[in-house]
């Protein structure tokens, strides 16, 4: 038995019919040419003799009794294959827009929290002798670092447990589960003053630092509504994906004297701009929540050990240059805040929160008056440890995209990961946002171009050689 942080806990309370708290992996397979008759059986069998590493999965969710304390993981159920690893077919001609649609169709139903809480959907019908494996995963299981991990041992990049053979373990009984719930609540009362101690040296920092740093460390970032700020109402979620290639992101970063997160931004805001002139007619400065981890253990695989940083988007801005020098000086100012206050401060005090108060803010949360002045939106950038591919019932994992949950009253969420040589935008909405998710991910490739041109930096892009690279990559970015 495993207890919920309180962190993993919250993503739980958030959750309701409209707002569904999962994330997606999705990985594109080139099945060797020996394995074009590779079906979902043979991806169960798969699997199942990985199951044993894939520790998440076998967790399936236990109440405790009254709520006397977050719920338990129970580490090691019974897990039904043929429920969780479904078939999926795609439409001709099997491209990158039918291969987003049915990724969003996925992304709409629930997960049923009496089962454990995962879905993989195997589809087939993609050109090329390729397959697509659509994982669905509830984030209270794991957040970016430990869904990277999880994923790296699912295509062999990472070894995981080599206990062997997988064996449930039986359920446990009420009486066990109020004694582990005792037993915590009492460890939790002995590091209260640790955690007062904590408290107090973090806004100790802050105060003795406020007058040095800018005025954005001490007073509240308070977004304006846009057109991706509404009370999420439908269950639809559309999705969309393009690729960059992690050369040319690199080349671009280091030239500008940036980071890649800082690059990732400053194609955020700018592909933001066009969308909020577009649709809102006006372009003022928004403020991004961006997770960033505080746990990068590469055999970590589940839980949530992320805060977040509140990062301004200059979208107001019309150089794309001055756009990724502000972008910059935001996420340095937003790490400072972090670093003065203390990255645990939140999940400290979370975890004395009672488990009905906190479904009780859960539920508030999905309201938009208790969230309007937090974020205007989710942009996430996680390093996977994909330094070669990685393989996958024989055949080779040429694509890794991942993206996360959409937030109360925020129909819009970016994810960036890297894999290999390639970065890779996700783009998750709801039916009410944008007519179509692939254009903000059209819009940030061409401001990737546009940052390129302005730099200096003439020539072509690279093209990744994938079935699934967007056309907008072969556009030149001529100085």
């Known amino acids: 038995m495993k207890r919920l942080d309180a962190r993993d806990a919250v993503m739980l309370y958030c959750e309701s019919p409209n707002l569904h708290m999962h994330t997606l992996k999705v990985a594109v397979v080139k099945l060797d040419e020996d394995l074009r008759d590779f ?57 990158r827009r039918e291969l987003d649609e049915a990724i969003g169709a996925i992304a709409s139903t629930p997960l049923d929290r009496r089962r454990p809480l995962w879905e993989m959907y195997f589809v087939k019908g993609l050109a090329d002798n390729r397959i697509a494996v659509v994982g669905k995963i509830h984030h209270a299981l794991v957040d970016g670092v430990a869904a990277a991990n999880l994923m790296a041992v699912a295509i062999d990049l990472l070894p995981g447990s080599e206990e062997g053979r997988y064996i449930p373990d039986p359920a446990p009984t009420k009486r066990e589960l109020i004694r582990l719930a005792c037993a915590d609540h009492l460890r939790q009362a002995r590091r209260i003053p640790r955690t007062i101690s904590y408290s107090v040296q973090g806004l100790t920092r802050v105060r003795r630092s406020s007058r040095k740093l800018s005025e954005m460390l001490s007073r509240p970032l308070a977004p304006l509504p846009t057109f ?36 990732v931004l400053a194609m955020s805001t700018g592909a ?157 909405t709801d039916d009410a946002t944008v007519e179509d998710p692939h254009e903000v991910t059209a819009a940030m490739a061409a401001e990737f171009v546009e940052i390129r041109r302005r730099a200096g930096l003439s020539g072509q892009l690279t093209v990744l050689a994938t079935a699934m690279a967007p056309a907008e990559l072969a556009v030149e970015s001529t100085g």
Request: glycine residues 8%; positive net charge.
């Open 39 to 95: 079906d979902i059986e043979g991806f169960r069998e798969v699997i199942r003799g990985r199951l044993h590493k894939l520790e998440p999965l076998c967790f399936q969710l236990v109440g405790i009794p009254f709520k006397f304390h977050y719920p338990m993981w129970r580490e090691r159920c019974f897990v039904d294959l043929t429920y969780h690893i479904r078939p999926w077919r795609l439409p001709a001609p099997g491209g």
């Open 228 to 263: 991706m700020n509404h009370l999420v109402t439908s269950p639809e979620r559309r999705f969309a994906a393009t690729t960059l290639a992690l050369a040319d992101v690199k080349q671009t970063a280091n030239h500008l004297g940036v980071t890649i997160n800082d690059l």
């Open 272 to 428: 933001l701009r066009t969308l909020l002139l577009r649709y809102d007619g006006k372009a003022d400065r928004l403020v991004a929540v961006i997770p960033i981890g505080i746990d990068f253990s590469v055999d970590r695989v589940s839980g949530n050990f992320a805060d977040g940083l509140s990062v301004t988007l200059p979208v107001d801005l019309e150089d794309p240059l001055e756009r990724v020098r502000h972008c910059r000086e935001g996420a340095i100012l937003a790490k400072e805040r972090q670093r003065l206050r203390g990255p645990k401060l939140v999940s400290s005090w979370l975890m004395y929160t009672p488990p009905m108060v906190a479904e009780v803010f859960g539920r508030l949360a999905s309201k938009r008056k208790a969230v309007s002045r937090m974020a205007n939106l989710t942009i996430s950038n996680v390093r996977g440890p994909f330094e070669r591919r990685g393989r996958v019932g024989g055949g080779l994992v040429t694509e890794v995209y991942s993206v996360g949950p959409l937030v109360p009253c925020c129909g819009l969420n970016i994810t960036v990961w890297s894999y290999v040589d390639q970065l890779n935008i996700s783009v998750l």
